[in-house]
Each structure stands twice: as C-alpha cells, then as structure tokens.
C-alpha cells in the first residue's frame, strides 16, 4: 500500500484515520500537525512534525500523499494552500469509509472525506476537500463546491447547491432544489426550504436569515473553549482560531 499523511491531529483527525485504515487503500504513516509535540502518539501513530518538514517527511517515508484533517472549511483552505506552497504538487487523497455509499455516476474532486454511513446519491457532484459527515446524505444530482460540509445526520433533497466554504451543521434538513451561496452556515436542526445567499447565518424551522456573517469566522468554537491561537497566512492576514478548529 502507498504511505500517506494525515494534517491535523484532533478529534477529527482520529475519525478520517479511522476512515482510511477501514478503507485498506493507504498505510499511514503519522500526523502531521503544527500545534502539538513532534512524537506524540495520537491513535497509535505518531506527530511527525509540521508542514515545515513536509520534504523531510516525503523523503523519509516515501509519502504517496495525505489528506488534511480539519472540520473547519475555511481553515482547512488555509493548510491546503499551506501545503502547496511548500510542495506545490503534493497529492491529496479522498477517504471513503466502507460503510459509506456513493451512487451511479458520482464525480469526485480531491481530498474529499466520506465518513460512516454517508451516502452521496447519483450524478452528484464533490469538488474539493469537502466533508460528507457521519450518517449525513447528499441527495441525488447534489453538487458541493470544494471546502463545503455537509455535518452529521444532514439529509438533503436532490439538487442541492452548497457554495464554497459553507456548511449545514448537525441534523438540519434541507428540501429538494435549494441553493446555498459561499460562506455560509445552516445551524443545527434546521429545516431549509428556500434558498439562501453569500456570508449569512440561517437556522430555525424553517430556517431564516439571523445575522450577516464574516469570511472565516469560526462556527466549530464552543463556549467552554476560548483560547485562540494566531497563525499568519502569506499575505500576512492573521486568522484567529480556537483549540477546536485546529
């Protein structure tokens, strides 16, 4: 089998390698993960290092590829775009737990996460580095723009159009037909049934507009956790982030 990495080290990261160590398609290798000691043991497996040592590592292990492990949409852009600039062709590998299910005539992008019991029906379409939760379902002819999510136990009617980096959180229900612009969350328990546009917060039965919403603003922090970190991007624009979104 071909070694791989996996970025991110959370609670996250321990379900996607749960993904592929049930798929049986890729040996990995460790994680890879900047906020925690290198040689930690997460899981059985290892902290390698950061993105820093990612040529290292690629050497070292003979890497294949890997897949980045972060819930957050927007902040998994941030280490993707990371990784490329460090190794501007490395290989991002989707997972598809075996217990998930994806139909006739799918179409898949790249570092694409299916988790346990998931269930993308056909002609439907996942971009890149998207995330298809526990029990969640894409309805048919569904289409999810690259770092969208659908999160655990969402059902959606067919043709659905989920914008980049938006996601509809835990157990909402979304009616055949809708669009979803970029940017946007749909709160746990929702029931969607019209459309919504850019950078908006929307939840409630049915689901309503509450507030405007900012690029890159968390939406995976809880109360009990406020600590933040800073990371700098390359265009020097700090993005704060909380312990759970890393």
Known sequence: MQNVIIFGASGHGSVVLDCIEKEGKYNVVGFVDSFKQK?????????????????????????????????????????????????????????IHPKAILGKDVLLGCGNVFMPGAIVNANSIVHDFCIINTNSSLGHDGIMDSYSSLAPSVCT?????????????????????????????????????????????????????????????????????????????FDNVQLNLSIQDI
């Open 157 to 233: 009617g067919g043709n659905l159009k989920l914008g980049r980096f938006s996601a509809v959180s835990l157990g909402a229900n979304i009616v055949n037909g809708i669009e979803i612009g970029q940017h946007t969350i749909i709160g746990a328990g929702s029931l969607v049934v019209d459309h919504f546009g850019n950078n908006i917060v929307a939840y409630g039965s049915p689901a309503k507009i509450i507030r405007k919403r900012d690029v890159g603003e968390s939406y995976l922090s809880t109360p009990k956790k406020q600590q933040f970190y800073k990371l700098e991007n």
């Open 39 to 95: 040689g930690t043991n997460i899981n059985g497996y290892q902290i390698l290092g950061s993105e820093k040592d990612l040529p290292y590592l690629i050497d070292s292990f003979n890497i294949f590829g890997g897949i980045v492990a972060i819930g957050d949409n927007w902040v998994r852009k941030f280490i993707v775009d990371k990784i490329f600039k460090i190794i501007p062709d490395f290989n991002f590998i989707n997972t």
